[in-house]
């Protein structure tokens, strides 16, 4: 795993070169063993189809342009939802640490609802909304904003009181205070809440789209099962991999840099 | 409890009892249809009907099994394989960067694999919750047993500790942490993939069932059995950190 096995003084270009090494050598191996599997017959073809024909479904769905709706729709509902939660998390989370009336309602709710498997309010919300793009976002921002909110709380109750002091006593006032200290201060544990909740997004928008089907990756995943295509159940495998690995680096990037002042700006991202 | 701490509780879940009451009075009033939301009176009726007629017991087992397994399975293997790519050097470099790849991936995509390969039935739901839960126990193992103390591994086997020994006396106890916070999160992803599965493509199991009375059209059975899912991840969370607090007292 990179950046956790590195050493103190920083890897040499000799280390560097193996790690590349090993990573590249570890998915050819894989892609070796793969078709090997299928080539020995261990597994049916039906079970397992060969690399050939999976990257060869995966090609045909990007020349037909079908990769990239379903792609795009995906995307567009998990980052759309993503935003929704972000954006009402941190403005809920920062009202809850002000204390008072929204404090006190919303304190029991964040602490039941959160370990609550919110999934299985889809239907409801299935019920209420329809099978339309409005349901499915829905589903997103209600499973994604309890991380946001809880990593505010979390990020915000954790300022060094004496910081906030010795402003006050230099002779700030609150307006002062908030923007240039308390959320400084809080934003590596505002933003490791956000990266809990966007691969979170991702598994919500995948599954409600499963679950009411039409377009989308996690539609055509269901699709291609119900018709017993194998290629296709794999192809979307790669595919929804593909993209949720592009959208968890991008975060662990962004986070690189704009925490770059900040000494956790390297943390490992645990979901 | 004292009578100031009861009365400090009571306040404390005041919101939830409010809510609760507007759900009822919002349906009772018909400020929205009862059909689109039952009231909870209807709601709990056909919870205790539910639970007469042995359809929540029989799905309720069925699911748990699936999720007691799954998470057997997971657990067992996610942390040895986390603790033997920390203590094995080959082990990291040959598996380190698969973790890595694989970490990312929105485990629902597994759904419909599982069910190619092993159908509708429990093995593909204990397939699916084992594939998708190990990561996270195998990264917090990984992650607590790198950060066991080198003084403390040396000082061992400089007083002539075996190697065993140290695994088990010295980096197992302080991986430990890490790897319980991971099994939380294994847990949280395991009640998420059973219920999506089983909405998705099951013949029994909580989810199932929800399914079936949506389909139906009898939502205040459906009301019933979400809530009670919900509240089963709830309880299946907080009696987790009961248990990771006790197995962690030592450490105070």
Known sequence: MAGLDDTVAGPGIAARAGHILARWGLVIT?????????????????????????????????????????????????????????????????????????????DPIISVGFPMPKITFLPVIVLWLGFYDTAKISMV????????????????????????????????????????????????QMFTGLQVSLPIAMIVAVVAEMLMGGYGMGGAMVQASRM?????????????????????????????????????????TGV | MTRNALIARLVKYLPLLLLAMAWEGASRFELVSSSALPSLTKVAQAW?????????????????WRLAAGLAIAIVVGAALGIGMAWWRPADIALGPLVEMFYPLPKSALIPVTALWLGFGDGSKILLIAMGCM??????????????ERVLVWSA??????????LRDVVLPSALPEMLSGIRT???????????????????????????????????????VVLTVAFMGFVADRMYLLIMRRALAWRD
């Open chain 2, 135 to 148: 990561l996270p126990v195998t990264l917090g193992a990984y992650n607590g047993a790198r950060s066991s």
């Open chain 1, 30 to 106: 894989l892609l070796i063993a793969w078709e090997l599997a299928t080539q020995t017959r261990l597994f049916t073809p039906f079970m397992l189809p060969s690399p050939e024909r999976v990257f060869g479904r995966i090609w045909s769905d990007g020349q037909g342009g079908d990769l990239f709706i379903n792609a795009g729709l995906t995307l567009y509902r998990a980052l759309t939802g993503f935003f929704i939660a972000a954006a009402l998390g941190l403005l809920i989370g920062m009202a809850m640490t002000r204390g008072g009336v929204l404090g006190w309602f919303f």
């Open chain 1, 228 to 268: 017993a295509d194998s290629p296709g159940v794999f192809a979307g495998i790669i595919e929804i991999a593909v993209v949720g690995w592009f959208l968890v680096k991008g975060m662990a990037l962004l986070r690189r840099k704009l925490l770059a002042w900040h000494p956790e700006s390297d943390m490992p």
């Open chain 2, 48 to 64: 205790w009907d539910l639970a007469l007629g042995g359809d929540l017991v029989e799905n309720g087992a069925a699911s748990l």
């Open chain 2, 186 to 224: 294994a847990l949280a992803i395991s009640f998420v993939l059973l219920v999506a599965s089983e909405l998705i493509v099951a013949r029994a199991g909580l989810g199932y069932l929800i399914g079936f009375l949506g389909s139906n059209g009898t939502y205040d059975s459906m009301f019933a």
């Open chain 2, 157 to 166: 086997r400089s007083l002539g500790a075996s190697k065993l020994r140290i």
């Open chain 1, 141 to 188: 921002v209600f499973d994604a904003i309890f991380p946001v909110i809880t990593g505010t709380i979390l990020g915000i109750k954790s300022v060094e009181k004496e910081l906030i002091w010795s402003a006050r006593s230099l002779g700030s006032g609150e307006r002062e205070i908030w923007p240039q200290i308390v959320l400084p201060a809080a934003m590596p």
